[in-house]
């Protein structure tokens, strides 16, 4: 029985990352064998157990054969006879099929390390074709180190998508990898590889077809990047993507890919009012509704969300230039300073059209914002 440290602690400490999650792969050992040295099975689709002092995840090495259409049509094999260079050539990427034996010793029967030197993400095998989650697994690894596609693995994704392959892709793991690369450090490289291998139309055609203007790409990726630059949450890159989309296509994307309902929600907003927050700064009445569309009094995070959004959208221009964070930051300290409760005391009539009418007031009382 032999033990190996494989994927993806492999790849990060050989460029220096910090390893955040240790997976093991066993050879010449079986369920039986594993639990005489006290490992626990975690679940029953698959050969894989907890460490009985690490609790790290230790896997037998196993193949596995396609027996239908779609993610989910594998069968596995794992057995002592299954040798370690069997279990990483069903690998995806080459930088993802490397070991590191208990010695130290590196395992890499597929050139990872040179890969990873070149920055290229390249397939293992011809098998790779079978899974179509590798698809958007290399699209977020783009994003995720800027590696560029070989040739052949990009030719590959290509037949995969012309195939109908794609296609069996449920919307729970279309979502999972796409938030995972839109989080990333390039999230643009993930939907411009989807794009150029075809698959973008296939799993998002909504944002695809907004691609038929000529400057959503540039404007898209810059905003997306500037995102991450910022390290603003899922939610807020969730609706950059979706900004240019009419609202009747942002629901039919959120519908096909079940987003949560914060990135949802959110989309819809800033798409309702885009526009209103780039006036925002022009005229009391225009900030006033866009807190009130953002229900900042009751959600004052949603407000902030919201600003982020807009903060980096290129979409007003130059003629523009202000700080949305600052104008609305302070337009709704300037509309809670108002005391609805004397407002109420003294209004039995409207007392909701006597409340925002001083908010208004105190809303154009402001000085413009300075630094802009």
Known sequence: MKTYVVGGAVRDELLGLPVQDRDHVVVGADPAEMARQGFRPVGADFPVFLHPETHEEYALARTERKT???????SFHAAPDVTLEDDLKRRDLTINAMARAEDGTLVDPHGGERDLRAGVLRH????????????????????????AIAPETLALMRRMVDSGEADALVPERVWQELARGLMEKMPSRMIAVLRECGALARILPELDRSFDRPDTPDLLAARLDRAAERGYQLAVRYA?????????????????????????ELSILAIRDRDLVHRCGLDAESALTALEHADAFRRPERLVRLIEVAECDLHAGPAHDFVPRKILTRALEAARSVDAAAIAREHRGDIPGAVRRARLVAIAALQPPTGH
């Open 240 to 264: 950059l993507l979706a900004l240019d989309l009419s609202e009747t296509d942002a629901c039919a994307l959120a519908d096909r890919i079940h987003p949560p309902n914060d990135c949802r």
């Open 124 to 147: 293992v095998s011809d098998a790779f074709a079978e899974d179509p989650v590798r698809i958007l697994r290399v699209a977020r690894f783009a994003a995720r180190f800027g590696f």
């Open 68 to 74: 239908g259409p779609g993610y989910r049509g594998f």
